[in-house]
């Protein structure tokens, strides 16, 4: 110790539980925006992009088109994570809602080539109605429309950072190979050297550098977990999405079309007024750029269910001709690449313990929240509420009720 004055340290510092949370995707940031938002945890994001990196085909969040549904089988649990999601989403993409800009209220028009039974699942969504018949387009046999929000994915990323970060929690950009390197004594993103620099420890500057053993640890690595130590996960697998980006803000209503081989077309507008059009679902396809095919394919598709992507001054001609995928060329902004974590079996939510060489024989809680395929927006609030639900009963005495009971 040195014989300079230790700064004191504040109430409940020593007793805060520290949670590494592995991965920073939606599923990642969400997980740890809602365990920190307790106020009983200090939880430290563990990953190797954040969300204002340049785009990578190894962060599949920055690729999703993200429009929110409920599609469940109704009183299931996955029923029970959307709704719990659409819920808080729809509260914030209210207007004067710090996420306002994140998202876009709007309506939906879902098209099948196959005739839908009634009730249907959409009807939960507010504002349902069946398209009527004489407003289908051909080849189309039911329709549903009801009221929803699309997400601006880049910008709602951000926001979940910054709220995490706002309530003080911590990330280290860095590479975790297997699981137990975060129980080999300690790891250095736990380092009391940190709370040192911030004032808030009673350990001098000149004392070696303490760790400190993670307190339980979240795993949200999406496709990751197929190869991470100790976790190695060989039912996940990628289904590569392909997309187009279109500078499109005259369009601001969601339209989907399932086709009769099952191949799903999308136009999913954002409030920034770009349009992720799509889309493709390629099962353990790892091709990391746009085929060229691809993209013009699914320009075709998409003319098809929604031609007013055309700019007006093209569907204003009075030649009366219809607008072709040239008319299309001169708005695209970006095509796109990502890899959905999916997992036979459906996602993984559940906890467990790791006892690990380095973990001087205690066994370490872990909780997963993994392989949501293309729901990783829709699911990522209420899979959250899960993963913290899980935590809270391995900390009995850090129990808070009103969270425990979300999910009744």
């Not at 129980?183 to 070696?208: H, N, R, V, W």
């Not at 996960?233 to 980006?245: K, S």
């Not at 095919?293 to 075709?300: A, K």
Request: hydrophobic fraction near 35%; aromatic fraction near 10%; include cysteine.
């Amino acid at each position: 110790m040195s014989d300079q004055t230790e700064p004191a340290i504040p109430t409940g510092i020593t007793t805060m539980k520290r949670i590494a949370v592995l991965g920073a995707g939606v599923i990642g940031l969400t997980t740890a925006l809602k365990i920190q938002e307790t106020g009983k945890y200090h939880v430290q994001i563990m990953t190797d992009v954040i969300p204002s990196d340049p785009k990578t085909i190894k962060y599949t969040s920055h690729w999703a088109g993200a429009y929110h549904v409920i599609d469940e089988e109704a009183g299931t649990l996955g029923e029970e994570i959307q709704r719990k999601t659409f819920h808080e989403m729809w509260a914030l993409s209210e207007r004067g809602s710090p996420a306002e800009d994140c998202f876009l209220r709007s309506k939906q028009t879902h098209y099948f080539a196959t005739e839908q039974s009634r009730p249907h699942y959409f009807e939960r969504m507010p504002n349902f109605q069946e398209v009527s018949k004489e407003d289908l387009p051909a080849g189309v046999h039911s329709g549903f429309s009801f009221d929803s929000v699309t997400i601006d994915v880049p910008i709602y990323l951000n926001y979940l950072l910054k709220q995490f970060l706002a309530k003080g929690g911590a990330f280290t950009r860095i590479h975790i190979q297997h699981i137990d390197e975060l129980l080999e004594d300690g790891y250095p993103p736990f380092a009391i050297q940190k709370e040192i620099e911030a004032g808030i420890s009673s350990y001098s500057t000149s004392a070696p550098v303490a760790y400190e053993t993670p307190a339980a640890v979240v795993v949200c690595a999406g496709l990751g977990c197929r190869t991470l130590g100790g976790i190695e996960d060989l039912d996940v697998y990628p289904a590569r999405g392909q997309t187009v980006i279109l500078k499109a803000p005259w369009v601001r209503s969601v339209k989907v079309y399932e086709a009769p081989d099952g191949t799903w077309t999308y136009i999913i507008p954002r409030k920034s007024g770009n349009v992720v059009i799509g889309g493709t679902k390629e099962a353990n396809d790892w091709y990391p750029k746009p085929r060229p095919e691809t993209t013009r394919d699914i320009l075709e598709r998409a003319l098809a269910i929604c031609p007013e992507l055309a700019p007006p001054e093209v569907r204003n001609k009075s030649s009366g001709e219809l607008p072709k995928v040239e008319d299309l060329i001169p708005i695209i902004a970006e095509e796109a690449v990502g890899l959905r974590p999916m997992r036979k079996g459906g996602p993984r939510i559940e906890s467990g313990f790791w006892k690990g060489p380095g973990s001087n024989g205690q066994r370490v809680p872990v909780i997963y929240n993994y392989g949501h395929g293309p729901e990783g927006y829709i699911k990522s609030i209420g899979s959250a509420y899960i993963a913290l639900e899980l935590l809270e009963k391995i900390f009995p005495e850090e129990l808070d009720p009103s969270i425990i009971t979300v999910f009744g």
